[in-house]
């Protein structure tokens, strides 16, 4: 009987220590996609991002601009040069994306101005919050194809060390169970 019960601590122990690491493994130690759309920027505007990191996370990213050059939606004429003028692709940090709000001068830590067509990465310096910014400051409206996915840092450590914690508390109650009964 007693056997039975310290089995059942040790699927207990191993299924809460191994059931909580999961979701940090799913969420960051795999590319999983963020976005993948098209987005459409109004003239004269921008889009933003916003993803949780942590330290160390990876995000990498590509766009390029796909649109026929419409002036606003509905336009019927087609404009020749819409393609000269690219987009702007901004990562900020909390402060910075703070400070481009209000329109004061920003410190951004990947910036690309006046691009058609982009394949980014970037590894976060700092957990917190980063602002992924599409600014688009012609008269067209812009069409853009773009996937933004997210890498993060493995750490499983702390689950691996409960369970493992738990197989030799089991495993001790066990032996201890055993040479009692001799």
Sequence with gaps: ????????????????????GAPISETTSVRT??????????????????????????????FRIVSDGDRFPGDQTK?????????????LDE?????????EPISSHYERTNVVQLKWQFSVP??????LIYVNNTIYMKQIESSISHRGSTDLSLPMLMGLLGLIVVLALGVAQRTRKR
């Design 1 to 20: 009987m007693r056997i039975h019960f310290y089995l059942l601590i040790m699927i207990i122990t191993l299924l809460t220590s191994f059931c909580s």
């Design 126 to 131: 700092s957990s917190g919050t980063w602002y």
């Design 95 to 103: 402060l910075n994306y703070g400070l481009w709000k209000q329109l």
């Design 33 to 62: 996609p963020l976005s993948t759309d098209d987005l459409v920027l109004n003239p004269i505007s921008s889009t933003v991002y916003d993803v949780v990191c942590t330290e160390g996370d990876t995000l990498i990213g590509e």
């Design 79 to 91: 404009y020749d040069n819409w393609l000269l003028g690219g987009i702007d692709f901004l990562i």
